[in-house]
């Protein structure tokens, strides 16, 4: 009966195929070149395709070795995850926690980055707030932090906490153009979009009583970014609608911003954690998750 396939050559496989060249893989791992070019080879075989493209001048990872590279780093983290809950039944966390999140949770994050570093002084952070979807497993995230509905394939969530969408203004916005006493008021007013949303220009209303209305809005501004549009709506440019997340409420408490209609609420979001794999995560993505949850909760 054939033995089964080998952890350690798909580890060769993808730290080749992530370094580039066999060279750049070997000083990585603290393996000779040849042991790797083995083991990748061996892999070739007994899989009967090729997964790298060799040339005297560069590599390059097949079609086949592309779709076969996700399986692998999912495997292997899967792998990681079993042997840490083997050896102690709750591992303890080690290593660098690699998360994301986007701009406008960035400052909410910190403050758990802080904490998380507080609990686990060993542990290192490597965080990338931005507004562009990431693929953690491609790109190699232990865990996001995210706003909206979960879509990614493939990837666990646990929500953290629920969220309403708050609609602001600054007092110098309003002492200029006028205080909009409900929802069918922004159609005569500046609204600045957040312009990756699938409907920018409407809003969608619901009030106390359960009526539902459709805004149309109009304005001369939008950009691609969280943090950009709070600029703007903090500098008084116009109106917009953010996630009610600690650091706007400390905006609305300071009196930089102003909360319209607070009888009428957007659609609610979740603040939610997502991590690639099938099974529970390592023991530094569940530390900060737990770490997390009790913060928000």
Not at 208 to 229: D, E, I, K
Request: proline letters at 4%; aromatic letters at 6%.
């Amino acid at each position: 009966m054939k033995s089964g396939i080998s952890l350690n050559r798909l580890a060769a496989f993808v730290g080749v195929a992530e370094a580039g060249s066999f060279t750049a893989a070997a000083e990585r791992m603290d393996m000779t070149k040849s042991a790797l070019s083995q083991a990748v080879a061996a892999l070739e075989r007994e899989l009967g395709t090729q997964l790298l493209q060799r040339s005297t001048r560069k590599l390059a990872v097949t079609e086949a070795g592309e779709s076969f590279l996700a399986d692998c780093r999912a495997l292997l983290a899967e792998a990681q995850a079993a042997v840490e809950r083997a050896r102690t039944g709750r591992a303890q966390p080690s290593g660098t926690l690699r998360l994301t999140s986007t701009e406008a949770s960035a400052g909410t994050v910190a403050g758990w980055i802080h904490a998380y570093r507080q609990r686990y002084p060993h542990m290192r952070v490597d965080y990338v707030p931005t507004d562009r979807k990431l693929d953690l497993i491609a790109e190699r995230f232990d865990l996001a932090i995210r706003i909206g509905r979960m879509v990614d394939s493939g990837l666990h969530a646990v929500v953290l906490e629920e969220l309403d969408l708050w609609t602001v203004a600054s007092p110098e916005y309003l002492a200029r153009a006028g205080a909009p006493r409900k929802p069918a008021d922004l159609s005569k007013h500046e609204w600045v979009a957040l312009s990756f949303l699938p409907a920018p220009w409407t809003a969608d209303y619901t009030s106390r009583q359960g009526a539902r209305l459709r805004v149309r809005l109009r304005g001369s501004v939008s950009a691609a970014s969280n943090a950009a549009v709070l600029s703007l709506v903090l500098a008084g440019t116009g109106i917009s609608a953010f996630p009610s997340l600690e650091s706007l409420k400390q905006e609305v408490d300071a009196g930089r911003l102003v909360r319209l209609f607070p009888g009428w609420t957007l659609q609610k979001l979740h603040h939610y954690a997502a991590y690639p794999g099938s099974v529970a995560p390592p023991a530094k993505t569940r530390a900060f998750i737990d770490l997390v949850r009790g913060k928000a909760n």
